[in-house]
């Protein structure tokens, strides 16, 4: 599963990032960490996420200008808010966001919605795996658009 956090306090990303080692321990999920103090790069990118942990108040750009991106990229992301700031509660909810975290992030707490939202993945989530020579790629079902055979060879075409 690939995973996103994205905050500019160093010590919550390292908190978040732990408690996803500690789930991925116990549960045996693996995760696929990538993180970022700031959105700026991920904005122009196109990189695909499964689940993000996003704070709202950064420098440069907002939480919910980085989850509206994500969003375009993959509808499916599971999106996580992390703020100490009540008043984007409402913004955050037209995205469509899976949790609203506080900041300090009560741990129990997290680990619930974590829980939740694997389950939530699971059930309505469906990837298949297929090599390319010598590389795997995960495909949502939902993106493929059709599939088609071309000289004995599967060719699938996805949304992107």
């Excluded at 440069?60 to 008043?87: C, E, M, P, R, W």
């Excluded at 409402?90 to 900041?103: E, I």
């Excluded at 619930?112 to 495909?139: G, M």
């Amino acid at each position: 599963m690939k995973v996103l956090i994205c905050d500019d306090d160093k010590c919550i990303v390292d908190e978040i990032k732990n408690n996803l080692n500690t789930f991925s321990d116990k549960h045996r999920i693996v995760f696929d960490i990538d993180l970022f103090y700031n959105g700026v790069e991920l904005l122009n990118s196109n990189i695909s996420y499964d689940m993000a942990f996003i704070d709202i108040e950064m420098p440069l750009v907002n939480g919910l200008t980085l989850s509206a991106q994500l969003k375009k990229v993959n509808s499916n992301i599971i999106i996580f808010i992390i703020t100490s700031h009540d008043a984007y509660l409402d913004d955050a909810m037209d995205l469509d966001v899976f949790r609203y975290l506080s900041k300090p992030i009560d741990n129990n707490r997290f680990f619930r919605a974590l829980n939740t939202a694997i389950n939530y993945f699971h059930s309505n989530t469906q990837i298949i795996t297929l090599e390319y020579y010598d590389e795997c790629y995960s495909v949502f079902t939902s993106d493929i658009v059709y599939i088609t055979i071309e000289e004995r060879k599967a060719v699938i075409i996805t949304r992107q």
